[in-house]
């Protein structure tokens, strides 16, 4: 039900803006959080947007370099800007939906997720 692209290769240092799409619902009245996932580590909350105040929150490893927001326009879209990336980066990058109140990275918390897009990001 929620789908992730923009993912690609890029060089250290450059931009990428990842969006999350919902097929049957508006984003309205869910928090949406953005997690990425190296191959054989836990998946890590990257970035959350509250519904309602749209407060957000970031992991301190992307504060300042990641940016989300939703498109109060198409009312079923979320992006992750990412800038001054690093190989660190590097991961799947999965867009999530929660219908509980509030920001949350806690990967439990959420109801519906995205098939992920792989961000590749070369030094």
């Known amino acids: 039900q929620l789908q992730a692209s923009g993912g690609g290769l890029v060089q250290a240092g450059g931009s990428l803006r990842l969006s999350c799409a919902a097929s049957r619902f508006t984003f309205d009245d869910y928090a949406i959080g953005w997690f990425r996932q190296v191959p054989g580590k836990e998946r890590e909350g990257v970035s959350c947007i509250s519904e309602g105040d749209g407060s957000t929150y970031y992991a301190d490893s992307v504060k300042g370099r990641f940016a989300i927001a939703r498109d109060n326009d198409k009312r079923n879209a979320v992006y992750l800007q990412m800038n001054s990336l690093k190989p660190e980066d590097t991961a799947v990058y999965y867009c999530?939906?929660?219908?509980?109140?509030?920001?949350?990275?806690?990967?439990?918390?959420?109801?519906?997720w995205g098939q992920g897009t792989q961000v590749t990001v070369s030094s």
């Open positions: 999530a939906a929660r219908t509980v109140p509030g920001a949350s990275t806690i990967e439990a918390q959420y109801d519906y």
